[in-house]
């Protein structure tokens, strides 16, 4: 079975600090990888995703997240973030292949401070 | 503009009360999902249909019920028999390829 670890459950960050949300999984197959954030009362908007090929994905915003396979992690970086970022993040680990669950780290709350 | 649409965005019931959550999408998606969510637990899947007239239970099934009579629709049953229905719950949608999910902006339920 999959299951995903998100390391911190909330980071503090002064902004335009550069912050890394950390996210471990684990699966003994191929998976697809995604962070999702929310803000609050709201539902959850992909931030971007991995599926194969480049381990670097980036995001619209400013965020981007490795692929590591040996270490079984995608972190989600930022150099540089806003006051605008403060929300909650999620990491998810799908079944490559389609038609598979979702499964979702517990979250990590992001507070950014002027 | 195609997606998700959850009502009502807040929702008081009393104890003992079963309640309907709806969801409706219009991107012609096959796939949906419920899932509850609670503070400093993630998102836990409740029951999920990749297909019309079929559904299949989650993680955390018990006290809910579920239907999938139309592709655009997959209502939300909170029965009595769930112990603790206060909570934050989010429908999603998926094509079933690798484009993840779509989610609607959930409903608070609150049950007193």
């Known amino acids: 079975a999959q299951s995903v670890t998100q390391l911190d459950s909330q980071v503090p960050v002064f902004e335009e600090a550069p912050v890394e949300l950390r996210c471990n999984y684990s699966?003994?197959?191929?998976?697809?990888l995604f962070w999702y954030v929310q803000y609050p009362n709201q539902g959850l908007q992909l931030l971007l995703k991995y599926l194969s090929g480049s381990t670097l994905v980036e995001s619209i915003n400013g965020f981007e997240a490795e692929f590591n396979k040996s270490q079984t992690s995608f972190h989600l970086r930022k150099p540089s973030v806003h006051i605008s970022d403060t929300a909650e993040y999620f990491c998810?680990?799908?079944?490559?292949?389609?038609?598979?669950?979702?499964?979702f780290g517990a979250g990590t709350r992001l507070a950014v401070h002027p | 503009d195609g997606g998700i649409t959850q009502s009502p965005k807040y929702l008081f019931r009393k104890e003992g009360q079963n309640v309907t959550l709806s969801c409706e999408q219009n991107?012609?998606?096959?796939?949906m999902y419920w899932y509850r969510q609670d503070p400093g637990q993630g998102l836990r899947l409740i029951y999920y249909s990749q297909i019309v007239n079929d559904f299949q239970k989650g993680d955390i099934a018990e006290g809910y019920s579920v239907s999938r009579e139309k592709k655009e629709s997959f209502p939300l049953t909170v029965t009595s028999a769930q112990k603790n229905p206060t909570a934050f719950y989010l429908c999603?949608?998926?094509?079933?390829?690798?484009?993840?999910?779509?989610f609607g902006s959930g409903t608070r339920l609150t049950v007193v």
């Open positions: 998810a680990v799908e079944l490559s292949g389609g038609y598979n669950k979702l499964i």
């Open positions: 999603a949608s998926s094509r079933g390829d690798d484009y993840g999910y779509t």
């Open positions: 991107l012609n998606h096959d796939a």
């Open positions: 699966s003994s197959v191929s998976v697809y």
